[in-house]
Protein backbone atom coordinates (compact mmCIF):
# COMPACT_ATOMS: atom_id res chain seq x y z
CA UNK A 1 0.00 0.00 0.00
CA UNK A 2 1.32 3.34 -0.73
CA UNK A 3 2.12 4.96 2.16
CA UNK A 4 1.81 8.75 3.70
CA UNK A 5 4.36 11.22 2.90
CA UNK A 6 7.55 10.93 5.37
CA UNK A 7 8.05 14.53 6.14
CA UNK A 8 3.73 14.45 7.30
CA UNK A 9 2.56 14.66 10.77
CA UNK A 10 0.03 15.45 13.11
CA UNK A 11 0.41 18.40 14.66
CA UNK A 12 -1.80 20.76 16.56
CA UNK A 13 -2.13 24.73 15.86
CA UNK A 14 -3.33 28.02 16.73
CA UNK A 15 -5.96 30.21 14.55
CA UNK A 16 -4.39 33.67 14.19
CA UNK A 17 -7.05 35.42 11.92
CA UNK A 18 -10.05 34.52 10.04
CA UNK A 19 -10.55 36.46 6.85
CA UNK A 20 -13.55 36.46 4.85
CA UNK A 21 -12.91 35.89 1.28
CA UNK A 22 -15.31 36.38 -1.50
CA UNK A 23 -19.39 35.34 -0.92
CA UNK A 24 -18.65 32.34 0.58
CA UNK A 25 -15.22 31.64 1.82
CA UNK A 26 -13.03 32.68 4.28
CA UNK A 27 -8.87 32.83 4.40
CA UNK A 28 -7.91 30.48 7.66
CA UNK A 29 -4.96 31.93 9.08
CA UNK A 30 -2.98 29.34 11.12
CA UNK A 31 -0.17 29.21 13.43
CA UNK A 32 1.66 25.32 13.22
CA UNK A 33 2.99 24.20 17.02
CA UNK A 34 6.50 24.20 14.89
CA UNK A 35 8.15 26.02 11.82
CA UNK A 36 7.46 23.82 8.91
CA UNK A 37 9.56 23.22 5.96
CA UNK A 38 8.76 24.68 2.50
CA UNK A 39 5.54 22.91 1.24
CA UNK A 40 5.19 22.28 -2.63
CA UNK A 41 2.39 23.97 -3.83
CA UNK A 42 -0.88 21.69 -4.11
CA UNK A 43 0.16 19.46 -1.15
CA UNK A 44 -2.31 19.39 1.67
CA UNK A 45 -3.70 19.09 4.95
CA UNK A 46 -6.11 17.92 7.04
CA UNK A 47 -7.85 20.02 9.20
CA UNK A 48 -10.15 20.19 12.22
CA UNK A 49 -11.14 21.92 15.49
CA UNK A 50 -9.33 20.55 18.31
CA UNK A 51 -12.96 20.14 20.15
CA UNK A 52 -15.43 17.77 20.95
CA UNK A 53 -18.09 19.20 18.77
CA UNK A 54 -16.47 19.42 15.23
CA UNK A 55 -17.53 16.47 12.73
CA UNK A 56 -15.06 13.53 13.67
CA UNK A 57 -13.58 13.44 10.31
CA UNK A 58 -11.05 16.16 9.26
CA UNK A 59 -11.07 17.70 5.68
CA UNK A 60 -8.34 18.42 3.33
CA UNK A 61 -7.51 21.89 2.40
CA UNK A 62 -4.89 22.77 -0.38
CA UNK A 63 -1.89 24.79 1.15
CA UNK A 64 -2.95 28.53 0.11
CA UNK A 65 -0.05 30.72 1.45
CA UNK A 66 3.07 29.91 3.64
CA UNK A 67 4.84 32.91 5.21
CA UNK A 68 6.24 34.32 8.52
CA UNK A 69 5.50 30.52 10.06
CA UNK A 70 2.24 30.57 9.16
CA UNK A 71 0.21 28.61 6.94
CA UNK A 72 -3.24 30.02 4.71
CA UNK A 73 -5.95 28.06 3.88
CA UNK A 74 -8.85 29.11 1.70
CA UNK A 75 -11.91 27.50 2.67
CA UNK A 76 -15.28 27.46 0.99
CA UNK A 77 -17.93 26.88 3.47
CA UNK A 78 -19.89 24.25 1.81
CA UNK A 79 -21.13 22.06 5.16
CA UNK A 80 -20.68 21.05 8.84
CA UNK A 81 -17.00 20.79 8.81
CA UNK A 82 -15.59 23.72 6.71
CA UNK A 83 -18.66 25.75 8.56
CA UNK A 84 -16.84 24.60 11.65
CA UNK A 85 -13.63 26.12 10.78
CA UNK A 86 -15.02 29.29 8.93
CA UNK A 87 -16.29 30.16 12.10
CA UNK A 88 -13.30 29.29 13.99
CA UNK A 89 -12.22 32.50 16.16
CA UNK A 90 -8.37 33.39 17.05
CA UNK A 91 -6.97 31.16 19.52
CA UNK A 92 -9.27 27.81 18.54
CA UNK A 93 -7.15 24.72 18.65
CA UNK A 94 -6.51 22.89 15.63
CA UNK A 95 -5.36 19.73 14.82
CA UNK A 96 -3.31 19.69 11.19
CA UNK A 97 -2.11 16.19 9.35
CA UNK A 98 0.30 17.19 6.77
CA UNK A 99 1.79 18.01 4.66
CA UNK A 100 0.38 15.34 2.67
CA UNK A 101 0.34 14.65 -1.35
CA UNK A 102 2.24 15.08 -4.13
CA UNK A 103 1.81 18.64 -5.55
CA UNK A 104 2.40 19.90 -8.75
CA UNK A 105 4.82 18.95 -10.91
CA UNK A 106 7.93 20.98 -11.66
CA UNK A 107 6.79 24.23 -13.48
CA UNK A 108 9.62 25.21 -15.28
CA UNK A 109 10.36 27.75 -18.20
CA UNK A 110 11.97 27.63 -21.65
CA UNK A 111 9.63 25.06 -22.46
CA UNK A 112 5.74 25.65 -23.95
CA UNK A 113 4.02 28.30 -21.55
CA UNK A 114 1.87 27.22 -18.79
CA UNK A 115 -1.80 27.21 -18.31
CA UNK A 116 -3.33 27.44 -15.45
CA UNK A 117 -7.17 26.33 -15.05
CA UNK A 118 -9.21 27.08 -12.09
CA UNK A 119 -12.33 26.46 -11.24
CA UNK A 120 -14.17 28.42 -7.80
CA UNK A 121 -12.35 27.64 -4.87
CA UNK A 122 -9.94 25.43 -7.03
CA UNK A 123 -8.14 28.23 -7.60
CA UNK A 124 -6.42 27.19 -3.73
CA UNK A 125 -3.27 25.14 -5.14
CA UNK A 126 -2.30 28.29 -7.51
CA UNK A 127 -1.12 31.14 -5.66
CA UNK A 128 2.19 29.04 -4.41
CA UNK A 129 2.41 27.58 -7.39
CA UNK A 130 2.79 30.61 -9.09
CA UNK A 131 5.47 32.17 -6.70
CA UNK A 132 7.35 28.53 -6.93
CA UNK A 133 7.57 28.52 -10.33
CA UNK A 134 8.65 32.31 -10.85
CA UNK A 135 11.42 31.40 -8.11
CA UNK A 136 12.44 28.12 -9.48
CA UNK A 137 11.94 24.75 -8.82
CA UNK A 138 13.36 21.56 -8.34
CA UNK A 139 16.58 23.04 -9.63
CA UNK A 140 15.36 23.92 -12.84
CA UNK A 141 14.90 27.16 -14.62
CA UNK A 142 12.70 29.33 -13.34
CA UNK A 143 9.31 30.32 -15.31
CA UNK A 144 9.24 33.79 -16.65
CA UNK A 145 5.76 35.61 -15.68
CA UNK A 146 4.85 35.98 -19.51
CA UNK A 147 5.25 31.75 -18.92
CA UNK A 148 2.27 31.89 -17.40
CA UNK A 149 -1.53 32.92 -18.36
CA UNK A 150 -3.71 32.00 -15.16
CA UNK A 151 -7.52 31.57 -16.03
CA UNK A 152 -10.14 32.04 -13.49
CA UNK A 153 -13.39 30.78 -14.02
CA UNK A 154 -16.01 30.88 -11.56
CA UNK A 155 -20.01 31.23 -11.25
CA UNK A 156 -19.97 34.52 -10.31
CA UNK A 157 -17.62 37.55 -9.59
CA UNK A 158 -18.12 37.09 -5.78
CA UNK A 159 -16.59 33.25 -6.49
CA UNK A 160 -13.55 34.63 -7.92
CA UNK A 161 -11.70 34.37 -4.75
CA UNK A 162 -8.94 36.97 -3.82
CA UNK A 163 -8.58 37.29 -7.83
CA UNK A 164 -6.26 40.88 -7.20
CA UNK A 165 -3.79 38.51 -5.14
CA UNK A 166 -2.81 36.56 -8.85
CA UNK A 167 -2.84 40.27 -10.96
CA UNK A 168 0.02 41.18 -8.55
CA UNK A 169 2.34 38.81 -9.59
CA UNK A 170 3.05 40.01 -13.18
CA UNK A 171 1.46 36.75 -15.06
CA UNK A 172 -1.03 36.98 -17.33
CA UNK A 173 -4.59 36.92 -15.51
CA UNK A 174 -7.87 36.52 -17.02
CA UNK A 175 -11.47 36.37 -15.14
CA UNK A 176 -14.18 34.60 -16.49
CA UNK A 177 -17.61 34.08 -14.84
CA UNK A 178 -20.95 31.41 -16.12
CA UNK A 179 -23.16 34.67 -15.57
CA UNK A 180 -21.03 37.32 -17.25
CA UNK A 181 -20.44 39.60 -13.99
CA UNK A 182 -16.87 40.03 -14.08
CA UNK A 183 -14.52 38.98 -16.92
CA UNK A 184 -15.30 37.02 -19.80
CA UNK A 185 -18.82 35.72 -20.12
CA UNK A 186 -18.59 32.05 -20.01
CA UNK A 187 -15.90 29.35 -18.46
CA UNK A 188 -12.25 29.17 -18.48
CA UNK A 189 -12.36 26.32 -21.38
CA UNK A 190 -14.32 28.72 -23.58
CA UNK A 191 -11.81 31.61 -23.05
CA UNK A 192 -8.90 29.42 -23.36
CA UNK A 193 -10.22 28.85 -26.55
CA UNK A 194 -10.55 32.08 -27.72
CA UNK A 195 -7.09 32.92 -26.87
CA UNK A 196 -6.13 29.67 -29.04
CA UNK A 197 -8.23 31.50 -32.01
CA UNK A 198 -7.31 34.77 -32.09
CA UNK A 199 -3.40 33.44 -31.72
CA UNK A 200 -2.66 34.93 -28.23
CA UNK A 201 -1.61 31.85 -27.18
CA UNK A 202 0.47 28.98 -29.00
CA UNK A 203 -1.62 25.97 -29.52
CA UNK A 204 1.36 23.53 -27.53
CA UNK A 205 0.85 24.36 -24.10
CA UNK A 206 1.15 22.58 -21.31
CA UNK A 207 -1.65 22.57 -18.34
CA UNK A 208 -2.52 22.41 -14.78
CA UNK A 209 -6.04 22.55 -13.63
CA UNK A 210 -8.46 22.83 -10.18
CA UNK A 211 -11.53 22.87 -10.18
CA UNK A 212 -15.14 21.05 -9.99
CA UNK A 213 -15.47 17.68 -11.65
CA UNK A 214 -17.07 18.13 -14.80
CA UNK A 215 -14.54 21.47 -15.21
CA UNK A 216 -11.49 19.02 -14.63
CA UNK A 217 -13.45 16.48 -17.05
CA UNK A 218 -13.51 18.76 -20.14
CA UNK A 219 -9.88 19.56 -19.44
CA UNK A 220 -9.18 16.30 -19.18
CA UNK A 221 -11.05 15.77 -23.08
CA UNK A 222 -9.18 18.77 -23.89
CA UNK A 223 -5.67 17.69 -23.07
CA UNK A 224 -6.33 13.79 -25.06
CA UNK A 225 -7.67 15.95 -28.00
CA UNK A 226 -5.31 17.63 -28.43
CA UNK A 227 -1.79 15.98 -26.92
CA UNK A 228 -1.06 18.24 -24.45
CA UNK A 229 1.21 17.87 -20.98
CA UNK A 230 -1.88 18.30 -18.34
CA UNK A 231 -1.85 17.69 -14.65
CA UNK A 232 -4.73 17.92 -12.43
CA UNK A 233 -5.15 18.64 -8.59
CA UNK A 234 -8.15 16.78 -7.93
CA UNK A 235 -10.61 17.11 -4.74
CA UNK A 236 -12.34 13.59 -3.89
CA UNK A 237 -14.16 12.86 0.06
CA UNK A 238 -11.18 11.76 2.28
CA UNK A 239 -11.68 10.23 5.56
CA UNK A 240 -8.09 10.23 6.69
CA UNK A 241 -5.57 11.92 3.78
CA UNK A 242 -3.11 9.59 4.54
CA UNK A 243 -4.05 6.41 2.75
CA UNK A 244 -5.38 4.50 5.30
CA UNK A 245 -9.16 4.57 5.12
CA UNK A 246 -9.33 3.94 1.32
CA UNK A 247 -12.22 6.09 0.63
CA UNK A 248 -10.67 8.16 -2.04
CA UNK A 249 -10.46 6.04 -5.24
CA UNK A 250 -9.40 7.80 -8.32
CA UNK A 251 -10.21 5.33 -11.77
CA UNK A 252 -6.94 5.00 -13.68
CA UNK A 253 -5.97 4.33 -17.24
CA UNK A 254 -5.24 0.99 -17.58
CA UNK A 255 -2.38 1.42 -20.09
CA UNK A 256 -1.23 4.35 -17.83
CA UNK A 257 1.63 4.86 -15.61
CA UNK A 258 0.62 3.92 -12.12
CA UNK A 259 -0.08 0.45 -13.28
CA UNK A 260 -2.43 -2.14 -13.61
CA UNK A 261 -4.08 -1.63 -10.40
CA UNK A 262 -7.82 0.08 -11.39
CA UNK A 263 -8.03 2.85 -8.85
CA UNK A 264 -5.58 5.01 -7.02
CA UNK A 265 -5.60 6.82 -3.92
CA UNK A 266 -6.00 10.33 -4.22
CA UNK A 267 -4.75 11.40 -1.10
CA UNK A 268 -0.93 9.59 -1.40
CA UNK A 269 -0.79 9.08 -4.99
CA UNK A 270 -2.12 12.45 -5.49
CA UNK A 271 -3.79 14.88 -4.98
CA UNK A 272 -1.98 15.75 -8.61
CA UNK A 273 -2.11 13.10 -11.26
CA UNK A 274 -1.17 13.40 -15.08
CA UNK A 275 -3.82 12.62 -17.33
CA UNK A 276 -1.28 9.86 -18.84
CA UNK A 277 -2.48 7.94 -15.24
CA UNK A 278 -5.83 8.58 -14.52
CA UNK A 279 -9.36 8.47 -16.27
CA UNK A 280 -12.06 11.01 -14.92
CA UNK A 281 -14.78 10.99 -17.73
CA UNK B 1 13.15 1.40 3.68
CA UNK B 2 10.26 1.16 5.74
CA UNK B 3 11.78 -1.45 7.43
CA UNK B 4 15.10 0.34 8.13
CA UNK B 5 13.72 3.49 8.86
CA UNK B 6 10.62 2.01 11.40
CA UNK B 7 11.87 -1.56 12.67
CA UNK B 8 13.12 -2.88 15.64
CA UNK B 9 13.16 0.08 18.00
CA UNK B 10 12.49 0.35 20.91
CA UNK B 11 10.81 3.28 22.25
CA UNK B 12 10.10 3.42 26.44
CA UNK B 13 6.79 4.74 28.10
CA UNK B 14 7.00 8.26 29.39
CA UNK B 15 6.97 7.30 32.97
CA UNK B 16 7.30 3.26 33.11
CA UNK B 17 5.92 3.92 36.20
CA UNK B 18 2.60 1.86 35.43
CA UNK B 19 2.71 -1.69 33.91
CA UNK B 20 0.81 -1.35 30.76
CA UNK B 21 1.23 -4.82 29.62
CA UNK B 22 -1.54 -7.30 29.14
CA UNK B 23 -1.81 -10.88 28.33
CA UNK B 24 -3.95 -11.66 25.49
CA UNK B 25 -4.03 -15.60 25.71
CA UNK B 26 -0.88 -16.69 24.27
CA UNK B 27 0.05 -13.18 23.08
CA UNK B 28 1.94 -11.01 25.49
CA UNK B 29 1.36 -7.18 24.74
CA UNK B 30 3.46 -4.22 26.28
CA UNK B 31 0.56 -2.43 26.21
CA UNK B 32 -3.63 -2.98 25.56
CA UNK B 33 -3.65 -0.44 22.41
CA UNK B 34 -3.58 -2.37 18.60
CA UNK B 35 -4.49 -0.98 15.95
CA UNK B 36 -7.88 -2.19 14.31
CA UNK B 37 -8.03 -3.71 11.01
CA UNK B 38 -8.62 -1.52 7.94
CA UNK B 39 -8.33 1.57 9.79
CA UNK B 40 -3.84 1.42 10.14
CA UNK B 41 -2.89 0.12 6.75
CA UNK B 42 -1.34 -3.64 6.05
CA UNK B 43 2.18 -2.97 7.51
CA UNK B 44 4.19 0.12 8.27
CA UNK B 45 2.36 2.98 6.45
CA UNK B 46 1.80 4.77 9.77
CA UNK B 47 5.15 4.41 11.33
CA UNK B 48 5.92 7.73 11.01
CA UNK B 49 3.38 8.36 13.35
CA UNK B 50 3.20 5.54 15.70
CA UNK B 51 6.24 3.76 15.90
CA UNK B 52 5.08 0.23 16.46
CA UNK B 53 7.44 0.22 19.22
CA UNK B 54 4.74 2.35 21.00
CA UNK B 55 1.79 0.12 20.83
CA UNK B 56 0.33 -3.41 21.77
CA UNK B 57 0.32 -4.53 18.09
CA UNK B 58 -0.47 -3.66 14.89
CA UNK B 59 -3.49 -5.83 12.66
CA UNK B 60 -2.96 -5.84 9.05
CA UNK B 61 -6.08 -4.63 6.70
CA UNK B 62 -7.56 -7.87 5.84
CA UNK B 63 -5.85 -9.95 3.00
CA UNK B 64 -8.11 -12.34 0.42
CA UNK B 65 -6.73 -15.19 -1.32
CA UNK B 66 -7.60 -12.73 -4.56
CA UNK B 67 -6.94 -9.23 -5.38
CA UNK B 68 -10.23 -7.07 -4.52
CA UNK B 69 -10.51 -3.69 -6.34
CA UNK B 70 -12.69 -2.42 -3.60
CA UNK B 71 -16.45 -1.21 -3.87
CA UNK B 72 -17.04 2.16 -6.27
CA UNK B 73 -17.24 5.45 -4.74
CA UNK B 74 -18.38 6.90 -2.85
CA UNK B 75 -17.03 4.66 -0.46
CA UNK B 76 -17.64 6.98 2.81
CA UNK B 77 -20.12 8.97 4.36
CA UNK B 78 -20.06 11.25 7.67
CA UNK B 79 -22.79 10.95 9.48
CA UNK B 80 -23.98 12.70 13.15
CA UNK B 81 -21.65 11.02 15.56
CA UNK B 82 -19.28 9.02 12.61
CA UNK B 83 -18.67 7.16 9.77
CA UNK B 84 -20.11 4.72 7.34
CA UNK B 85 -17.68 2.97 4.96
CA UNK B 86 -17.68 0.64 2.25
CA UNK B 87 -14.72 -0.04 1.24
CA UNK B 88 -15.26 -3.55 -0.22
CA UNK B 89 -11.86 -5.47 0.84
CA UNK B 90 -9.95 -3.75 -1.53
CA UNK B 91 -6.21 -5.27 -0.98
CA UNK B 92 -4.09 -6.87 -4.07
CA UNK B 93 -4.55 -10.62 -2.80
CA UNK B 94 -2.40 -12.81 -0.64
CA UNK B 95 0.50 -13.06 -2.87
CA UNK B 96 1.41 -9.64 -2.71
CA UNK B 97 0.83 -9.55 0.58
CA UNK B 98 3.10 -12.17 1.09
CA UNK B 99 5.82 -11.14 -2.04
CA UNK B 100 5.53 -6.98 -0.69
CA UNK B 101 4.36 -6.29 2.92
CA UNK B 102 5.03 -9.34 4.88
CA UNK B 103 8.97 -8.84 4.09
CA UNK B 104 8.81 -5.51 5.93
CA UNK B 105 7.34 -6.47 9.10
CA UNK B 106 10.31 -8.80 9.65
CA UNK B 107 11.80 -7.81 13.32
CA UNK B 108 8.72 -4.93 14.02
CA UNK B 109 8.88 -4.43 17.42
CA UNK B 110 5.33 -5.25 18.12
CA UNK B 111 3.02 -7.83 17.76
CA UNK B 112 1.87 -8.81 14.45
CA UNK B 113 -2.03 -9.86 13.49
CA UNK B 114 -2.61 -10.78 9.95
CA UNK B 115 -6.44 -10.08 9.13
CA UNK B 116 -7.69 -13.19 6.98
CA UNK B 117 -10.81 -12.84 5.40
CA UNK B 118 -12.63 -15.49 2.57
CA UNK B 119 -15.75 -16.01 0.73
CA UNK B 120 -16.28 -20.18 2.12
CA UNK B 121 -14.86 -22.07 4.58
CA UNK B 122 -12.03 -23.43 2.59
CA UNK B 123 -10.84 -19.92 1.24
CA UNK B 124 -10.13 -19.34 5.00
CA UNK B 125 -8.47 -22.44 5.45
CA UNK B 126 -6.36 -22.08 2.61
CA UNK B 127 -5.49 -18.35 4.07
CA UNK B 128 -4.34 -19.96 7.20
CA UNK B 129 -2.35 -22.37 5.27
CA UNK B 130 -0.85 -20.14 2.71
CA UNK B 131 -0.04 -17.47 5.46
CA UNK B 132 0.99 -19.77 8.51
CA UNK B 133 4.44 -20.00 8.49
CA UNK B 134 5.81 -17.15 8.07
CA UNK B 135 6.91 -15.93 11.10
CA UNK B 136 6.54 -11.99 10.67
CA UNK B 137 2.69 -12.80 11.54
CA UNK B 138 2.19 -13.50 15.71
CA UNK B 139 -1.42 -13.84 15.32
CA UNK B 140 -4.31 -14.20 12.81
CA UNK B 141 -7.10 -11.97 13.06
CA UNK B 142 -10.57 -13.50 11.30
CA UNK B 143 -12.94 -11.76 9.92
CA UNK B 144 -16.28 -12.89 9.69
CA UNK B 145 -17.63 -10.38 9.94
CA UNK B 146 -17.22 -7.19 7.02
CA UNK B 147 -20.90 -6.07 5.77
CA UNK B 148 -19.41 -4.70 2.52
CA UNK B 149 -19.27 -7.36 0.71
CA UNK B 150 -21.35 -10.65 -0.31
CA UNK B 151 -24.17 -8.39 -0.41
CA UNK B 152 -23.52 -7.77 3.32
CA UNK B 153 -25.46 -11.20 4.31
CA UNK B 154 -22.65 -11.76 6.73
CA UNK B 155 -22.96 -15.40 6.17
CA UNK B 156 -20.08 -15.97 8.50
CA UNK B 157 -20.92 -13.38 11.13
CA UNK B 158 -24.41 -14.14 11.94
CA UNK B 159 -24.71 -17.80 12.03
CA UNK B 160 -22.78 -19.56 14.57
CA UNK B 161 -22.64 -22.89 13.33
CA UNK B 162 -20.82 -21.36 10.14
CA UNK B 163 -18.33 -19.19 12.36
CA UNK B 164 -16.98 -22.66 14.07
CA UNK B 165 -16.43 -24.05 10.52
CA UNK B 166 -14.37 -21.55 9.81
CA UNK B 167 -12.20 -21.06 12.99
CA UNK B 168 -12.26 -24.88 13.40
CA UNK B 169 -11.08 -25.14 10.04
CA UNK B 170 -8.19 -22.58 10.34
CA UNK B 171 -7.26 -23.79 14.17
CA UNK B 172 -6.67 -27.11 12.09
CA UNK B 173 -4.18 -25.08 9.39
CA UNK B 174 -2.22 -23.61 11.91
CA UNK B 175 -0.34 -23.22 15.28
CA UNK B 176 -0.72 -19.39 15.40
CA UNK B 177 -3.51 -18.24 17.83
CA UNK B 178 -6.65 -16.93 15.86
CA UNK B 179 -8.91 -14.45 16.91
CA UNK B 180 -11.94 -14.18 15.84
CA UNK B 181 -13.58 -10.90 15.00
CA UNK B 182 -17.40 -11.08 15.16
CA UNK B 183 -20.01 -8.51 14.39
CA UNK B 184 -22.51 -6.99 16.11
CA UNK B 185 -25.08 -6.96 13.75
CA UNK B 186 -26.85 -9.95 15.78
CA UNK B 187 -29.19 -10.65 17.79
CA UNK B 188 -26.95 -12.70 20.59
CA UNK B 189 -23.55 -12.41 19.78
CA UNK B 190 -22.40 -14.32 22.72
CA UNK B 191 -24.24 -16.93 20.82
CA UNK B 192 -21.28 -16.16 18.72
CA UNK B 193 -18.63 -15.93 20.86
CA UNK B 194 -19.20 -19.39 22.25
CA UNK B 195 -19.19 -21.31 19.48
CA UNK B 196 -15.98 -19.46 18.13
CA UNK B 197 -14.34 -20.41 21.87
CA UNK B 198 -16.09 -24.06 21.36
CA UNK B 199 -14.11 -24.36 17.85
CA UNK B 200 -10.93 -23.53 19.16
CA UNK B 201 -10.67 -19.66 18.74
CA UNK B 202 -7.65 -18.26 21.05
CA UNK B 203 -9.55 -15.25 21.70
CA UNK B 204 -12.30 -12.50 20.46
CA UNK B 205 -11.97 -9.01 18.86
CA UNK B 206 -15.53 -7.70 19.43
CA UNK B 207 -16.71 -6.02 16.98
CA UNK B 208 -16.86 -4.81 13.57
CA UNK B 209 -19.18 -2.74 12.66
CA UNK B 210 -22.88 -2.20 12.67
CA UNK B 211 -24.62 -2.19 8.99
CA UNK B 212 -25.72 1.85 8.56
CA UNK B 213 -26.84 4.02 5.71
CA UNK B 214 -27.01 7.76 4.86
CA UNK B 215 -29.41 9.35 2.28
CA UNK B 216 -29.82 12.77 1.14
CA UNK B 217 -33.41 13.36 0.98
CA UNK B 218 -32.99 16.26 -1.05
CA UNK B 219 -30.87 14.33 -4.28
CA UNK B 220 -32.54 11.31 -3.04
CA UNK B 221 -28.88 9.93 -2.88
CA UNK B 222 -27.79 7.50 -0.57
CA UNK B 223 -24.58 8.63 1.07
CA UNK B 224 -22.80 5.18 0.00
CA UNK B 225 -22.57 3.79 -3.54
CA UNK B 226 -23.51 0.53 -1.97
CA UNK B 227 -26.22 2.12 -0.20
CA UNK B 228 -25.20 0.04 2.90
CA UNK B 229 -22.78 -0.12 4.81
CA UNK B 230 -20.56 -0.32 7.96
CA UNK B 231 -21.01 2.26 10.77
CA UNK B 232 -17.89 3.25 13.20
CA UNK B 233 -16.85 5.73 15.40
CA UNK B 234 -17.94 7.50 18.33
CA UNK B 235 -21.65 7.34 17.80
CA UNK B 236 -21.34 2.75 18.06
CA UNK B 237 -19.45 2.90 21.04
CA UNK B 238 -22.28 2.18 23.64
CA UNK B 239 -23.19 -0.79 20.95
CA UNK B 240 -19.77 -2.20 21.13
CA UNK B 241 -19.06 -1.84 24.28
CA UNK B 242 -22.21 -3.78 25.29
CA UNK B 243 -21.11 -6.81 22.98
CA UNK B 244 -17.65 -6.60 24.18
CA UNK B 245 -18.89 -6.88 27.67
CA UNK B 246 -21.13 -9.93 26.54
CA UNK B 247 -18.90 -11.31 25.03
CA UNK B 248 -16.49 -11.36 27.74
CA UNK B 249 -18.47 -12.57 30.44
CA UNK B 250 -19.48 -15.69 27.92
CA UNK B 251 -17.05 -16.86 27.44
CA UNK B 252 -13.14 -17.70 28.77
CA UNK B 253 -10.97 -16.95 26.09
CA UNK B 254 -9.58 -12.90 25.79
CA UNK B 255 -11.71 -10.36 24.36
CA UNK B 256 -10.53 -7.41 22.31
CA UNK B 257 -12.71 -4.32 22.53
CA UNK B 258 -13.24 -2.39 19.36
CA UNK B 259 -15.97 0.16 18.53
CA UNK B 260 -15.83 3.87 18.63
CA UNK B 261 -13.00 3.62 21.21
CA UNK B 262 -11.14 7.69 20.64
CA UNK B 263 -10.11 8.32 24.39
CA UNK B 264 -7.96 6.54 26.79
CA UNK B 265 -10.65 6.39 29.16
CA UNK B 266 -12.71 5.08 26.56
CA UNK B 267 -9.87 2.47 26.77
CA UNK B 268 -10.45 1.67 30.32
CA UNK B 269 -14.32 1.71 29.66
CA UNK B 270 -13.66 -1.99 27.80
CA UNK B 271 -11.37 -3.15 30.13
CA UNK B 272 -13.31 -2.69 32.61
CA UNK B 273 -15.95 -4.39 30.70
CA UNK B 274 -13.75 -7.26 30.34
CA UNK B 275 -11.73 -6.67 27.54
CA UNK B 276 -8.03 -7.60 27.26
CA UNK B 277 -6.83 -5.18 24.55
CA UNK B 278 -8.66 -2.98 22.67
CA UNK B 279 -8.27 -1.69 18.52
CA UNK B 280 -8.72 2.23 17.42
CA UNK B 281 -10.03 2.36 14.18
CA UNK B 282 -11.76 5.72 12.77
CA UNK B 283 -10.34 7.33 15.35
CA UNK B 284 -7.05 7.34 13.51
CA UNK B 285 -8.47 8.83 11.12
CA UNK B 286 -9.15 12.24 12.74
CA UNK B 287 -5.17 12.03 14.23
CA UNK B 288 -3.33 9.03 12.85
CA UNK B 289 -0.82 9.95 15.22
CA UNK B 290 -3.34 8.90 18.18
CA UNK B 291 -2.93 5.18 19.00
CA UNK B 292 0.81 6.16 20.51
CA UNK B 293 -0.53 9.81 22.13
CA UNK B 294 -2.77 7.05 23.78
CA UNK B 295 -0.25 4.96 25.20
CA UNK B 296 0.88 8.21 27.23
CA UNK B 297 -2.43 9.28 28.07
CA UNK B 298 -2.66 5.71 29.48
CA UNK B 299 -0.46 6.01 31.87
CA UNK B 300 -1.27 9.70 32.44
CA UNK B 301 -5.05 8.63 33.67
CA UNK B 302 -3.86 5.58 35.60
CA UNK B 303 -1.37 7.37 37.70
CA UNK B 304 -3.75 9.94 38.45
CA UNK B 305 -5.65 7.03 39.81
CA UNK B 306 -3.65 5.11 41.30
CA UNK B 307 -3.47 1.94 39.46
CA UNK B 308 -0.24 0.64 39.17
CA UNK B 309 -1.08 -2.32 36.36
CA UNK B 310 -3.54 -1.54 33.75
CA UNK B 311 -4.20 -5.28 34.34
CA UNK B 312 -5.94 -5.15 37.29
CA UNK B 313 -8.70 -3.06 36.30
CA UNK B 314 -9.82 -6.26 33.70
CA UNK B 315 -13.24 -7.46 33.77
CA UNK B 316 -14.09 -5.49 37.15
CA UNK B 317 -16.73 -3.45 36.21
CA UNK B 318 -19.87 -3.74 39.07
CA UNK B 319 -22.51 -5.70 37.24
CA UNK B 320 -23.91 -7.68 39.42
CA UNK B 321 -21.90 -10.82 38.33
CA UNK B 322 -18.90 -12.37 39.96
CA UNK B 323 -16.57 -14.01 37.63
CA UNK B 324 -12.52 -14.05 37.39
CA UNK B 325 -11.83 -13.37 33.81
CA UNK B 326 -9.74 -16.08 32.45
CA UNK B 327 -7.02 -13.83 30.97
CA UNK B 328 -6.19 -11.67 34.28
CA UNK B 329 -6.62 -14.73 36.49
CA UNK B 330 -3.61 -16.52 34.34
CA UNK B 331 -2.11 -12.98 33.57
CA UNK B 332 0.82 -13.75 36.45
CA UNK B 333 1.72 -16.92 35.69
CA UNK B 334 1.89 -16.02 31.42
CA UNK B 335 3.97 -13.20 32.46
CA UNK B 336 6.97 -15.54 33.80
CA UNK B 337 6.02 -18.08 31.80
CA UNK B 338 9.14 -18.51 28.80
CA UNK B 339 7.02 -19.71 26.46
CA UNK B 340 4.74 -16.92 25.66
CA UNK B 341 4.66 -15.66 22.01
CA UNK B 342 5.18 -11.85 21.36
CA UNK B 343 7.23 -9.21 22.40
CA UNK B 344 6.70 -7.60 25.65
Known amino acids: MPAPPTDAR ?13 DDGVILVVRPEHDLAAIRASRFFMLKRDDRVSPLIPRPFSIYRQRDGLLEFLIKVMGRGTRALAESRPGQALILTGPLGNGWPTIDGGGAPWVFLAGGVGCAPFPMAIEQALAGMDGKAPARPEDITFLFGAATKGLLYDLDAYTEQGIRVLAATDDGSQGFHGNVLQLLDGLWERGELPRDVRLLACGPDPMLEAVERLAHANDLACWLSLETLMGCGVGICNGCPVDTRPDGPLGEWPNAKCCVEGPVFSTEAIALG | MRATFCGARRVLSMANMTDLSVQLGPLSLRNPILSASGTYGHGLEMCHFTPPARIGGLVSKTVTPNPRHGNAAPRIAETEAGLLNSLGLENKGVEHY ?6 DMAGVDTVVFTNIG ?3 VDEFIAMARRLGERDEIDAFEVNL ?4 VQGGRLPFGTDPANAARVI ?3 KAATTKPVFAKLSPNVSRIADMAL ?3 AAGADGITAVNTLLGMAVDWRTRKPGLATVQGGYSGPGVKPVAL ?14 IGCGGISSAEDVLEFLVAGCTAVQLGTACFADPALPGRMVDELTRLLDD ?9 IGTVQDGTSRTCASNASDAKAQTDAEVVGRP
Open chain 1, 10 to 22: TLRAEVVRVEPCG
Open chain 2, 98 to 103: LAHTLP
Open chain 2, 118 to 120: GES
Open chain 2, 145 to 148: SCPN
Open chain 2, 168 to 170: EGI
Open chain 2, 195 to 197: AVE
Open chain 2, 242 to 255: RCAWECARSVSIPV
Open chain 2, 305 to 313: AGVARVRDL
